[in-house]
């Protein structure tokens, strides 16, 4: 159980055009997903957290107006890299949580999409 | 500031040896999960231990909360252990900001 999946895996695009990923969780509702990027050879630094039918949240210095982000039912967030660009280029990758009412909870983790802006 | 250190930042073993990688932070914990990348960027989640003790086969986890590390333990290592394991965590202030260290690169040969 506990499956999140994301849609591309892979894709290329030329500069200035816009990009969909999509993070579903398989098999849970997912009350709250997040979204992480990932430079080669580092590690994972959040970018933002949606709540199912809510605005989400962005970490500092993260533009929402470049990477929007609707969670728009309990199995299925997406974040919309808009006017990508060659710096845009990284492995972004998606996690689903289902929160109980406690406050420890296993995030479960997307297969991740490499995005090349060229 | 909010920190989540792990050690060693690169690890190179032999097939068959044991390891034990480590992972410091700096604040009362309420979820801490050890991940392996693997090379094609998925991670596999290891261990949820936010305190205690776990075990699964040839890995194990303990966390001490109250001296605030965590260790992951491989036994037998195999070539397909080798990638990139993480420790991540929640601080009890907020529990929706999951910070990565920065890896342990692990290279197993046979």
């Known amino acids: 159980g506990a499956v999140v999946s994301q849609h591309p895996s892979r894709v290329i695009c030329k500069s200035g055009t816009s990009v969909k990923i999509e993070c579903r969780s398989l098999d849970f509702q997912a009350t709250t997903m997040f979204w992480y990027r990932q430079f080669p050879k580092q590690s994972l630094m959040l970018m933002a957290t949606?709540?199912?039918?809510?605005?989400?949240?962005?970490e500092q210095g993260v533009e929402k107006d470049k990477f929007l982000i609707n969670h728009a039912s309990l199995t299925l967030s997406t974040l919309t890299v808009t006017s990508a660009h060659p710096e845009d280029s990284s492995f972004y990758i998606c996690s689903a949580r289902v929160d109980s009412g406690g406050h420890q909870e296993t995030q479960y983790f997307g297969p991740g999409t490499r995005l090349l802006v060229l | 500031g909010i920190q989540v250190e792990q050690s060693p930042p690169d690890l190179i073993l032999q097939e068959g040896a044991n390891s034990t990688l480590r992972c410091n932070f700096s604040?009362?914990?309420?979820?801490l999960q050890w991940f392996h990348q693997n090379p094609w960027g998925q991670l596999i989640n290891l261990f949820y231990i936010p305190s205690g003790t776990k075990q699964n086969g040839r890995l194990s986890a303990t966390t001490v909360a109250t001296e605030r590390y965590s260790l992951l333990y491989i036994s037998s290592s195999q070539t397909t252990d080798s990638g990139v394991y993480f420790c991540a965590l929640t601080y009890n202030y907020n529990n929706n900001d999951m910070r990565f260290g920065a890896g342990t690169r692990l290279t197993v040969k046979p």
């Open positions: 604040d009362s914990v309420n979820n």
């Open positions: 949606s709540n199912e039918g809510s605005k989400a949240t962005y």
